[in-house]
């Protein structure tokens, strides 16, 4: 079982353009361990989720507080963090580097496999896992949005992280491809924590933080933060 702990967990930016040095709380001070398979993360644009799931990996560093994944501090162990901690954005372009998925899957299990043979091994088998060998050597630039995010995903999951952190994984597929990512995660054995605007995935959780102008305002069943987060956004 994988570990997420918050301890005090808080964001600080400079503000723009002030001549003192202002800085303003985007995140925080949180307070959290997860310990579920499945967390989602709700809350209105531009209300912090981004920043609490790239704290998750050391992507953002804490101001104040620490965060830590199975003990390792994001800051102090980072390295060790990122390899346990796998990262996907919202727009698969930015994951792959390469011009072909298997070369990007290729590129991730570098270091798990340094032979030449066993790495494009493991990368087919990675690929047949996902159902993508037919658009392995396809131009990631020529794959539809939904096809992208799949391959990306592969990439990420190729070196077998623990702890799975999407961010926005549904925005740019159509229903048939949500289903597709919905039941790859089902399967998955790894500890997944998501942001999502899709209400449907994120009640599929085991447990739901919502999330509004910096703070957890929700924690519990996905239901009820469902609930919660509708009737912030609606009012009462
Ligand atoms: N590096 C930064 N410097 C300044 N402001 C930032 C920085 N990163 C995030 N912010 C601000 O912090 C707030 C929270 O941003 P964040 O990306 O975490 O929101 P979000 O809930 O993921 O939004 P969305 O649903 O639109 O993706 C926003 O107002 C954003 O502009």
């Given amino acids: 079982m994988t570990e997420v702990r918050l301890d005090g967990a808080t964001v600080t930016v400079p503000v723009d353009g002030s001549a003192d040095r202002r800085t303003r709380t985007i995140l925080g001070p949180v307070d959290l361990v997860l310990t579920e398979r499945r967390v989602s993360v709700v809350g209105a644009n531009g209300s912090g989720k981004s920043t609490l799931l790239r704290l998750l990996n050391g992507l953002v560093s804490p101001t104040s507080g620490a965060v830590t994944v199975d003990g390792h501090d994001t800051v102090r162990d980072g390295a060790r963090v990122r390899r346990r901690v796998a990262f996907a954005f919202t727009d698969p372009i930015s994951q792959l580097v390469m011009p072909t998925g298997r070369e990007d ?33 396809q131009s990631v630039y020529d794959l539809s949005g939904g096809e992208r995010q799949l391959m990306a995903l592969a990439v990420v999951l190729a070196t077998d992280p623990v702890l799975l952190v999407l961010d926005e994984p549904t925005t740019l597929l159509d229903r048939r491809n949500t289903l597709r990512l919905r039941a790859l995660l089902d399967a998955l054995p790894q500890t997944v924590v998501l942001a999502t605007h899709d209400l449907d995935l994120a009640a599929a959780a085991d447990r739901t933080l919502v999330v509004d102008e910096g703070r957890v305002v929700f924690d519990g069943d996905p239901a009820g933060g469902v609930e919660h987060y509708v009737r912030l956004v609606d009012g009462p």
Avoid: M, P, Q
């Avoid at 896992?129 to 658009?135: Q, S, Y």
């Fill in 105 to 137: 899957v290729e590129l991730s299990l570098r270091r798990l496999h340094r032979s030449r043979s066993d790495r494009r091994a493991a990368a087919d088998e990675v690929l047949e896992r996902f159902g993508l060998t037919h658009l392995a050597d």
